[in-house]
């Protein structure tokens, strides 16, 4: 069976990075940026970064700063009807991954009008034709939206996220620039780096996970494991470090992984967390990977152990695979405690369990799960995060 992998044609890597973009809004005959970001980066002078490199190339730009953190439907229409009339030929998404999932979503739409209603968009949608040259510049490291083929909205109305994929979203040219990154706030560093991590465990450990995803993902567990304390300490003392760089790497290869091969129960249940309390992504993730992995340990084979080689767990290679399996699931709770994240979403009750399990299976990143689950079960594996 052919597999198929999907990148951006184009990324940038490294400091300095963003003064990549002008180039290739020019290079590409385009006049007018359509800048999508949220109200924080532009208050805190984020954007003036890429806008200055417009302005110092003549580029003509308009700034669409209504994204949400978890971006809804309505969202994503109100951006289309600002791009249209902002008179526009490419986007530039500047933000974490709300802001280019909203960015994917409106280009698709501009380019596809017939999936205006955004909700038909849900899972793998018949676009025929592609985004809107769309630039990505990330802000966070964590959910390497820059590379993926994926994007999640918000249905306010039924308090559910649905999973958008289409390799007609990607964009054309990733800018990663870890300058970009540096107002990160610890708790947000955290929380996007065990995104990160939680992307790249869950995207080796899917059930279409192959020989090239792996690579990916393993080296992403790499860098990812040995870095995101540094780069937590680093945004605490407010210093620029080697941490916050080899995160803004590790996060994209991690990127390039999943957005290939699919992730798992995870995902799925952190997107019904987030549906239903507004638990940031990061967080929910975070919470619930320890409970995922301890789960699917025994559908899993000897890849714990290799997760176990790739954090640098002392004494890995001599253990039984049952004593692997209950390191690894140690050494990823122990990282997301020192990082300081929770280990119970507040709000939960009995009565939300079985909403909460039917929206976690019918989410699209369940059937990558490599153990099968049922309801019950799925309701057993929320009521370990409950307070």
Known sequence: MAQRFILNPVSYHGKGAVKEIPGEITGHGKTKAFICTDKDLVKFGVV?????????AGIAWEVFSDVKPNPTIENVQDGVAAF?????????AVGGGSAMDTAKAIGIIITNPEF??????????????????????PTTAGTAAEVTINYVITDVAKQRKF???DPNDIPEVAVVDPDMMQGMPPALTAAT?????????????????WALSDMCHLEAIRIISHNLRDAVAEAKSGTPGSGREAMAL????????????????????????????DTPHGVACAMLLPIGLEYNAPACGDRYRNIGQAMGIEGIDEMSTEDANAAVCAAVARLGQDVGIPTVCEGIVEEDLS?????????????????????????????????
């Open 193 to 209: 780096g065990m995104d990160a991590l939680t992307h790249a465990i869950e995207g080796y450990t899917t059930k279409g996970a």
């Open 163 to 165: 999973v958008c994929v």
């Open 250 to 277: 590790g996060q994209y290869i991690a990127g390039m992984g999943f957005s290939n091969v699919g992730l798992g129960i995870v995902h799925s249940m952190a997107h019904t967390l987030s549906a239903h309390y």
């Open 48 to 56: 003036d970064t890429v806008t200055k490199e417009l302005d110092g």
């Open 116 to 137: 205006s209603d955004v909700v038909s968009l849900e899972g793998v949608a018949d676009t025929k034709n592609h985004a809107v040259f769309t630039i990505a510049v």
């Open 355 to 387: 909403i909460l399990a039917d929206d976690a299976l019918a989410d699209a990143c369940f059937p990558g799960t490599p153990r099968d689950a049922d309801k019950a079960t799925v309701i057993e594996l929320f009521r370990k995060v409950m307070g």
């Open 84 to 92: 249209k009339a902002s008179g526009a030929d490419c986007i530039v």
